[in-house]
């Protein structure tokens, strides 16, 4: 017996990538519903070989469901998740609205999968942040070792984080700065982001940092552990799917690159590319449509007793979003649900 799963927000980017990963991983779904906003009704997407029509996010009713993965604004989802956790189906929540609730468990399966079982508070579960999932994913083996004080990492985050938009954008912007008279000027940026990056993801705060680099800190702790310090600075760049990070961790005891090498080989949901010449690592490019987060550029740093910098890479799309969601809604299945 399988699950009667609903994909909100179906016609976008992460919520077509859902529908894909649900597929692929053979979830075990009996009856599944795509949604979408009521300007979107009717679209056709795919669900492994069948095509779905989507259905009105507004007249839907959510009773007799068992899993909603919201794919949707923190705004549209503010409105909606608590109508389909109150008619008893678990919201899998994609956007940030939840993300910081106490009462709300954030989960990336590999590092705390046991969090899951806190969706009964307020029958919601809630996805970080893209950034962070990669971290963590990679942080979670080498923090059980030798006890990480501190992250400072820089971010070099794709433009489909932002959504279609944002791919039309540095799509447009490229080829018109190769034909004359067909400039793009930037609309979803405030600067172009064709052959340029910009230092600046989210709103600013009053302490200079942007809102994408409090989230990164502020989940790494929930996930992670709360004593952990954390620095972000993120930064968006011309790629189209893929997010990379420079990361220096120093560890409360020493930890030997070798051996961090071969922790992170065993480590679930890791994939070491490290060799030590040209192209012995992974670019976003190589990561796109994979499940993985990769880890290159494992070394030493000199420059304190206990550190390590790495190199951190994944489809965005995929861990950072849809992925993740789907890995936490078969953990929601598999030890509290029980159906499939």
Known sequence: MGYKVVVVGATGNVGREMLNILAEREFPVDEI????SRKSLGTEVSFGDR??????????????????????????TKQYAPKAAASGCVVIDNSSLY??????????????????????????????????????????????????????????????GTGKEAIDELWNQTKGIYVPGQEVAPSVYPRQIAFNVIPHIDVFME???????????????????PAIKVTATCVRV???????????????EHLDEAEARDILREAPGCLVVDKREPGGYI?????????????????QD?????????????DNLRKGAALNAVQIAEVLGSRALRKG
């Open 33 to 36: 519903a795509a949604l979408a």
């Open 51 to 76: 095509t779905l029509k989507t259905q009105d996010l507004d007249a839907f009713d959510f009773t007799g469901w068992d899993i909603a993965l919201f794919a949707i604004g923190s705004d549209a």
């Open 99 to 160: 993300r910081y609730d106490p009462q709300v468990p954030l989960v990336v399966p590999e590092v705390n999968a046991d969090a899951v079982m806190g969706y009964t508070a307020k029958n919601i579960i809630a996805n970080p942040n893209c950034s962070t999932a990669q971290l963590v994913v990679a942080l979670k083996p080498l923090h059980d070792r030798a006890r990480i004080k501190r992250v400072v990492v820089s971010t070099y985050q794709s433009v489909s």
């Open 207 to 225: 302490d200079g940092q942007t809102k994408e680099e409090w989230k990164m800190m502020v989940e790494t702790k929930k996930i992670l552990d």
């Open 238 to 252: 011309p790629v189209f799917v893929g997010h990379s990070e420079a990361v220096n961790v120093e560890f409360e």
């Open 283 to 299: 670019t976003p490019i190589e990561c796109v449509g994979d499940y993985a987060t990769y880890i290159s550029r494992i070394r």
């Open 302 to 314: 000199q420059t304190i007793d206990n550190g390590l910098n790495l190199w951190i890479v994944s």
